[in-house]
């Protein structure tokens, strides 16, 4: 009895991160010539899926520091080079707005669904 | 033993020398246009910018009668003769206290997404009305209030020409606070560079720059690193960063948008006439240029929460005056201004 219980939470446990690592998504967000931009286009607003993930990559010769203050989600990457790429998992629905600290300008809307 | 080889040697060079002229012209060019005037002042669709509406901000923006004293006009602190700015460490405002932030020169702002030190102000138009109110610097009221008989809307409402010169700016809209702020930033806009030497160099006169100027523009794309900051045509990124000026008690950006890299991070200021504009940075600390370089030479002063492109860069003395020639070879001929005769019935 008890080892049925059992099994039927690791089998609903493994389910969830097998489901989850199938469908959920990284998109990759390019920090270039001081916008976003996705595959080479300028982008100020994506919309993605609970769980799915954005890859936070600076392309320009100087430092950028992505963030955001929303109330769906807070997080500070930090100033980071050229090359360098980090990561952010967006795991709850709503709206995050997204900017670069050292240039405003550089503004974008996460939609989460 | 070839008795062709000097030749052949010499006729090589040649070969890789036209070769290499052909291929570098195109490029330099192509890499430096991104220094060259924008077509277009930037301006919104909301307040095209007129000739009546730029006379009408010329006029409010020489008026003394915009502050609380009736003693302090923009251009009390925004100074045509002193490259638009006045002069000073920091600015001294209302009842002659000195404020802790120094006059930016409004020189080019219409090309600047956003406005002040630490980007608070999105807008000229949104900018323009702060410093009336801001009780440090002009200390006006808009409106009449308990203790105030009359604010300054009513006492531009009491002058006919004010009352005329509205009316044809903003047909229709009346004196109101976003009237005057639209034709403040309407004047604003026309205040922009002229072409300095660097200008000139970048669009073909080969000799508008001394080799001093242009070993100095040589460093300030390379060994000093300066361009990753000071770029394009207003020789600002429009970003915002500390570069370890010595400053406790002014978090700058991080007022605005409360992430760490903004502590003590203050807007990239424009280094169009740059020469007019001394002392410099946003609290007033250096006196020339050189002492500027040299806080830039040393890597920064206080090493706390600096931006990670202030780095320490070993200049030669040579070097440090390039700089300083190349500095001074984006400061243009002003454009002479004639003061507004303001309304007085
Ligand atoms: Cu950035």
Redesign the pocket.
Known sequence: MKQKYLFNVVFIILTMVFATSVFSKEYEID?NS?SFKMDGKKVEAVTIKVGDTIRFKNE?PF???IFSLSDLKTFDLGSFPKGQSKTVTFDKAGLAEVE?A??PE?YMEVSVQ | MDINSPFKKFSQKMLLAICLSFISAPILAADLSHYLRPSEIPQPDNNRMTPERIELGKMLFFDPRLSGSNWISCATCHNPGLGWSDGLPTAIGHGQKILRRSTPTILNTAYQPLQLWDGRARSLEKQALGPIEDEGEMAQHLHKSKDRSHGLIDELKALKGYRDAFEVAYPGEGITKNTIAKALSSFERTIVSTDAAFDRWIKGDKKAMSKSALRGFTLFEGKANCVKCHSNFNFTDN?FHNIGLEDATDAGRYAIRKVKILIGAFKTPTLRDIALTAPYMHNGAYATLEEVIEHYNVGGISKENISPNIKELNLTDNEKSDLVVFMKSLTGKPTPITYPMLPVE
């Open positions: 920090q001081k320009d430092f950028h520091n670069c050292i240039h550089m | 970003g």
